[in-house]
């Protein structure tokens, strides 16, 4: 993370976006090939002809070491669309070495642990490269003020003419696109249908062709994506749809997308996406060609099975808690911090993992104290986490306080995983839990600093991998989470409560 910071570049001048657009500065090494009165001259040409405006006012294609040769070549793959648009050829930022005039910075936490190979990952050079072109073009967009821009990557490849009919919007209709995908890969079924012609998709990946509007411009540019660069075809869908990753719940949807269902534009080399030239029947869309999560996807199916409880437990919980002898196998590090090795370190293992492939991560679950966190329910093993503390945590608090009482033996709790990283959300300022007691397990030990800090005690606790703790959780027992300096820290946290 810290080389990759390396290629922040500081502008200086200007405190905002905004400023920095209205002086005109360029945004990328980049010279216009036409200028802006002819620009604007055809663009004012082509609406006479087209009151409509279904055509961009301006083409730009995104081209890596443009020479003669190439940009020949795109201009008569362009020329199969039969519109008068004029294309300007946009010298794609090189991700090795990034040359913009604007700050920006790299989404922080970006590679979880999860089976999508994409998110596993650091952010790649050419993520970069190509995030800051679309970004770029984006920004001079704005700047020249068109009404409307078609953005292609360079492996375009024209399927069919552009067909104005399609896009013509049924009259008194109050959802208007503001971005439009001429091609694209559909990772979900979409949402719905909007005209014969036309979907609103859900999840969908490249950015090979796509239309913006004016509005849809300015809609990118207010998500400020320069302070969190991705691939950009991660980026354009959580503007418009939930994207499967929870930690992009901070990008706001505003953006009305649609798709042409019979596809114009598709792309000759990237594997991954060639489905699109494909799709040349309305049938096609429908079929998700990739489905990175699913929550009914589970990695270690064997954690989830406990048609034979016996057979579980002894597989996944500790051969000490087994033994369920409380005073033999607890320890009390912090006064009123009880805590015994309850799962084995190959479950722990296996939870993580399962969490980071749902990755339906959360920042605003908790009003006061926001965390990254995920429910147990959401990859569905809240109620076996629930067995398991009924069967052992419960009965140790009773032991170890003497509580009395059969409320005691069933709580009720919320249960859900948090993870600390040193990059993203490192800690948690102190405060008590919303519970009766509340319960820590500890998933992982290959991070630095971290653990739980007792304020009253003056203590710190860093638990061993699958050691749970379990503390009073009102008044006596303010606690918070000691930063995470290196790495990522997963705990598992329950608050638990009487039944009413
Ligand atoms: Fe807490």
């Known amino acids: 993370m810290e080389n990759e910071r390396k290629n922040v570049i500081h502008m200086g001048n200007f405190d905002s976006m905004e400023d920095f657009l209205a002086s005109g500065t360029p945004v990328a090494q980049y010279a216009p090939q036409t200028s802006l009165g002819a620009w604007k001259k055809l663009a004012e040409k082509a609406k006479k002809e087209n009151p409509m405006n279904l055509r961009p006012d301006i083409a730009y294609c995104i081209v890596l ?4 040769e190439k940009e020949t070549r795109i201009r008569e793959e362009y020329a199969k669309l039969g519109i008068d648009t004029p294309l300007e050829i946009f010298k794609a930022v090189d991700g090795k070495n990034p040359q913009v005039n604007f700050n920006y910075n790299l989404f922080e936490g970006w590679k979880i642990r999860s089976q999508n190979d994409f998110w596993n990952r650091e952010i ?3 993520e970069v490269g190509c995030a800051l072109s679309h970004l770029s073009i984006w920004m001079t967009a704005s700047q020249q003020g068109f009404g409307s821009v078609l953005i292609l990557e360079e492996d375009f490849k024209v399927l069919r003419p552009w067909p104005d009919a399609e896009f ?8 208007q696109y503001t971005m439009l995908y001429l091609g694209r ?4 079924p979409d949402k719905r249908k909007l005209t014969d012609y036309l979907v609103e998709p859900d999840y969908s990946y490249t950015t090979h062709a796509y239309l913006l509007t004016a509005a849809g411009v300015q809609r990118l540019l207010e998500q400020n994506f320069q302070n969190y660069i991705c691939a950009v075809d991660e980026f354009l869908p959580a503007t418009y749809t939930d994207h499967p990753r929870g930690d992009m719940d901070f990008v706001y949807q505003d953006t009305f997308c649609a798709s042409v269902i019979d596809h114009v534009i598709g792309q000759t080399s990237n594997s991954e996406s060639s489905t699109t030239e494909n799709t040349d029947s309305a049938e096609n869309y429908k079929t998700p060609s990739a489905t990175p999560i699913s929550k009914s996807e589970r990695l270690y199916p064997e954690l989830f099975d406990i048609s034979d409880w016996e057979a579980w437990k002894k597989r996944w919980i500790h051969e000490s808690a087994r033994t369920k002898e409380w005073d033999l196998i607890t320890d009390e590090p912090v006064t009123d ?5 309850i799962f084995t370190k190959e479950f722990c293992e296996k939870i993580i993992q399962e969490a980071e492939h749902c990755a339906q ?5 908790h009003e006061f104290y926001p965390t990254t966190d995920m429910l147990l329910e959401k990859f569905g093993f809240d109620e076996i986490y629930h067995k398991v503390l009924v069967e052992y945590v419960y009965p140790m608090a009773k032991h170890m306080w003497q509580i009395e009482g059969s409320i005691w033996d069933d709580l ?5 995983m948090i993870k600390y990283d040193a990059n993203v959300q490192g800690h ?3 405060h008590h839990d919303n519970g009766s007691i509340s319960c820590v397990l500890a998933l992982n030990d290959d991070f630095k600093g971290g653990g739980t800090y007792f304020w009253r005690q003056k203590k710190l606790h860093n638990g061993a991998v699958g050691h749970i703790s379990v503390h009073p959780s009102v008044i006596t027992h303010r606690h918070g989470g000691r930063p995470v300096e290196e790495g990522q820290r997963f705990i598992i946290v329950s608050f638990c409560n009487k039944r009413r």
């Open 65 to 68: 070491n443009p020479d003669k």
């Open 361 to 365: 991560w959360e920042r605003k679950r």
């Open 168 to 175: 013509a919007w049924p009259e008194n209709w109050d959802w």
């Open 428 to 430: 948690l300022s102190l």
């Open 185 to 188: 890969n559909a990772v979900k």
């Open 412 to 416: 009720e709790s919320e249960n859900f």
């Open 337 to 341: 911090v009880f805590t015994f090795p």
């Open 124 to 126: 790649t050079q050419g």
